[in-house]
């Protein structure tokens, strides 16, 4: 990470977090001048700023509307961007409790690959196909 000049926020590139309650992985991008945008339906509803500048989006992911709204804010800004989709319907920490989701969703697994590639299909459009951006299970 490069430490970037003060400037307006419109100057700035965006380092961007989704599914990012923590938001502790933006710290080195806030640190070294990056404006950073957490998305996580934990967040207060709408918009806040906080003392350090985070900004935070109380906003539920699984909407195609609230996918379109962070492309139209961000698109073309983003330098980086993360994400930490809820993976315990494919991962083994939520493994014990597979057999009672299938009871209820026998297709729940194959939803949450969907939402995963719907998450990177996403930072692509943000980032674009030959940068780097992180998806955590």
């Known amino acids: 990470l490069r430490r970037l000049e003060r400037g307006t926020d419109e100057a700035r590139p965006v380092a961007l977090s989704l599914f990012d309650y923590t938001t502790l992985g933006l710290e080195p991008w806030r640190q070294r001048g990056y404006e950073c945008h957490a998305?996580?339906?934990?967040?207060?509803?709408?918009?806040?700023?906080?003392?350090?500048?985070?900004?935070?989006?109380?906003?539920?992911?699984?909407?195609?509307?609230?996918?379109?709204?962070?492309?139209?804010?961000?698109?073309?800004?983003?330098?980086?961007?993360?994400?930490?989709?809820?993976?315990?319907?494919?991962?083994?920490?939520?493994?014990?409790?597979?057999?009672?989701?299938?009871q209820i969703n026998p297709t729940f697994q194959e939803e949450a690959s969907k939402w995963i590639k719907r998450v990177e299909m996403l930072m692509v459009i943000l980032v674009g196909k030959n940068k780097f951006h992180l998806i955590e299970l």
């Open 39 to 102: 998305y996580d339906i934990k967040h207060p509803a709408g918009d806040t700023v906080t003392a350090n500048g985070l900004h935070l989006h109380g906003v539920d992911l699984r909407s195609d509307e609230a996918l379109a709204s962070i492309v139209e804010a961000h698109k073309g800004r983003v330098a980086f961007a993360m994400g930490y989709p809820p993976c315990t319907d494919l991962s083994r920490a939520g493994a014990r409790y597979w057999k009672q989701k299938a």
